[in-house]
T-cell receptor, first 112, second 113 residues
Framework: DAEITQSPRHKITETGRQVTLACHQT?????MFWYRQDLGHGLRLIHY???????NKGEVSDGYSVSRSNTEDLPLTLESAASSQTSVYFC???????????FGDGTRLSIL | AQSVTQPDIHITVSEGASLELRCNYS??????LFWYVQSPGQGLQLLLK??????LVQGIKGFEAEFKRSQSSFNLRKPSVHWSDAAEYFC???????????FGTGTLLAVQP
């Protein structure tokens, strides 16, 4: 069965370090998305991609970057981790507009 | 700008009782609307979606939702709640054929025995 997997599931790191969260999907979807989930805010869009070599900023993109070198993967990088980036991060993928997104199980990131 | 409001942060219902979760959206045209459910430690699972046509849509797990354009609402309903329905529920809107979702802040459902 097709799926979307995130790794690691949990990570603890220190402020100032670079962190990369992995997202891999086997749906062969063109569209991929990164969200962060915080209490009282729901899910907010960080970055998204409509295909290989395409990346776009979302609502809360400061301090984050993504790259899309193939269809399956969209890694999310925190260039210099800050305590405000402590959150649960979700990756999602979708075929195209008006199609529902499929979500991974999330990565819980703690920055001390 | 597009936005989604879920006015109820937390709701408690008794098992077997009916349920209605509220969702209001702001968007100039007819949006694409979704309800997702999230169990603890899990990702989001799609319950149902509305794109066009019949304004009453059926979803998985016995849920349904009704799109009311005049009220800018897309409320989620279930006639009889089961203990396994305890979870967080998110309403989301996609506008402008972008495939980008704007989420509400969620409603946490607790089910009493």
């Amino acid at each position: 069965d097709a799926e979307i997997t995130q790794s690691p599931r949990h990570k603890i790191t220190e402020t100032g370090r670079q962190v990369t969260l992995a997202c891999h999907q086997t749906w062969n979807h063109n569209n991929m998305f990164w969200y962060r989930q915080d209490l009282g805010h729901g899910l907010r869009l960080i970055h998204y991609s409509y295909g290989v070599h395409d990346t776009n900023k979302g609502e809360v993109s400061d301090g984050y970057s993504v790259s899309r070198s193939n269809t399956e993967d969209l890694p999310l990088t925190l260039e210099s981790a800050a305590s405000s980036q402590t959150s649960v991060y979700f990756c999602a993928s979708s075929d195209f507009s008006n199609q529902p997104q499929h979500f991974g199980d999330g990565t819980r990131l703690s920055i001390l | 700008a597009q936005s989604v409001t879920q006015p109820d942060i937390h709701i408690t219902v008794s098992e077997g009782a009916s349920l209605e979760l509220r969702c209001n959206y702001s968007y100039g045209a007819t949006p694409y609307l979704f309800w997702y459910v999230q169990s603890p430690g899990q990702g989001l699972q799609l319950l149902l979606k509305y794109f066009s046509g019949d304004t009453l849509v059926q979803g998985i797990k016995g849920f349904e939702a009704e799109f009311k354009r005049s009220q800018s609402s897309f409320n989620l309903r279930k006639p009889s709640v089961h203990w396994s329905d305890a979870a967080e529920y998110f309403c989301a809107v996609e506008g402008g054929a972008t495939n980008k979702l704007i989420f509400g802040t969620g409603t946490l459902l607790a089910v009493q025995p």
